[in-house]
């Protein structure tokens, strides 16, 4: 499976930003699909996922009632939308896919990676 990421950029305390992530090749792999990001000199956090069916949704307690992820399954694309952003919400976002398994907030639980896209948050 390959991921590709956009949609990061500059934007303003209080802003918006829409980030998209694409997947091809074995898409059947890609039944949950997430998004991490990290901070500079801070690890990878967990920030949101879904699965395919029945589109069950989890996010990390910072970004809940902010953002929200969902997916189109005919174009194999997630879709993270950001409200609200903070200055805490900067770093690169990255699209993850794993197949069918528990544990989706944890990063080691993912096999395909994007290459991330940047987000920063002014204040």
């Known amino acids: 499976v390959q991921l590709q990421a956009s949609g990061g950029g500059l934007v303003q305390a209080g802003g918006t930003l829409r980030l998209s992530c694409a997947a091809s090749?074995?898409?059947?792999?890609?039944?949950?699909m997430g998004w991490f990001r990290q901070a500079p000199g801070k690890e990878r956090e967990f920030v949101a996922a879904i699965r395919r069916a029945p589109g069950m949704t989890y996010y990390a307690d910072s970004v809940k009632d902010r953002f929200t992820i969902t997916r189109d399954n005919a174009k194999n694309t997630v879709y993270l939308q950001m409200l609200s952003l903070k200055p805490e919400d900067t770093a690169v976002y990255y699209c993850?896919?794993?197949?069918?398994?528990?544990?989706?907030?944890?990063?080691?639980?993912?096999?395909?990676w994007g290459q991330g896209t940047l987000v920063t948050v002014s204040s």
């Open positions: 993850a896919a794993a197949p069918f398994r528990s544990g989706v907030t944890m990063t080691h639980r993912y096999d395909y």
């Open positions: 090749g074995r898409t059947l792999s890609a039944d949950i």
